[in-house]
């Protein structure tokens, strides 16, 4: 763990390894590609929290005003945050690609947001890491000795069917292939990009 990270106490867990058991990405494969694969000067919003020290291991923010993120306890933030700052990019004319990485547990909490981006016409770039479970809500009943809690689990959420009936282009990308593909084909779209991408459970210790 960088001494950036760890004076900013935003990746209080080591990065997971690449390798997954049940043969799916694991998040670190993922965020390896997006970051291959992104524009110049993309800023990057985030709501994946199980996530975050792969995403900062993956993706090293060196910029300036191109990583957001929410604050402990704001969840659904992200995503309408993304849409506010693609849009506030078009309208200022500096025009940074805007990609959202968020989990899919996340993703419920303010999805109508997208609906906004699609009438608004806005080409960002929604990375949906679907793990099929509130990942860090279970980390959290780990911490707090309380196994079992109810709710926890989300399996059989179709994001591209929801993200489609908001008005996006979405897709299932379940390689580094198709990932890349699909993300560089982002910036060619009129409307926002939605890629689902299921990611092995991983349920990593908050200490």
Known sequence: ???????????????????????????AQAFTALNQVRPD??????????????L?????????????????????????????IALAERDSGRNRPVIAVIGDGSFQYSVQSIWTAARLRLPMLIVV?????YAILK?????????GV?????PSLDIVSIAGGYGCYAARVADLDALKQASA??????V???????ISAQVPPLV
């Open 192 to 198: 926002p990009t939605v890629l689902e991408i299921p």
């Open 185 to 190: 084909a982002a910036w060619t779209k009129e």
């Open 129 to 133: 890491v679907q793990n099929d479970e």
């Open 41 to 54: 000067h993309a800023v990057l919003v985030e709501e994946s929290p199980s996530n975050l020290p792969d």
């Open 56 to 84: 900062h291991t993956a993706w090293p923010v060196t910029e300036p005003d191109t990583f957001y993120t929410f604050a402990s306890g704001g969840l659904g933030w992200n995503l309408p945050a993304a849409v506010g």
């Open 1 to 27: 763990m960088s001494r950036w990270w760890s004076a900013h106490r935003m990746a209080p867990h080591p990065a997971a390894a690449n390798g997954s058991p049940d043969g799916l990405l694991s998040a």
């Open 150 to 154: 109810p709710g926890l689990d989300i």
């Open 139 to 147: 980390s959290f009943a780990m911490l707090e000795r309380a196994p």
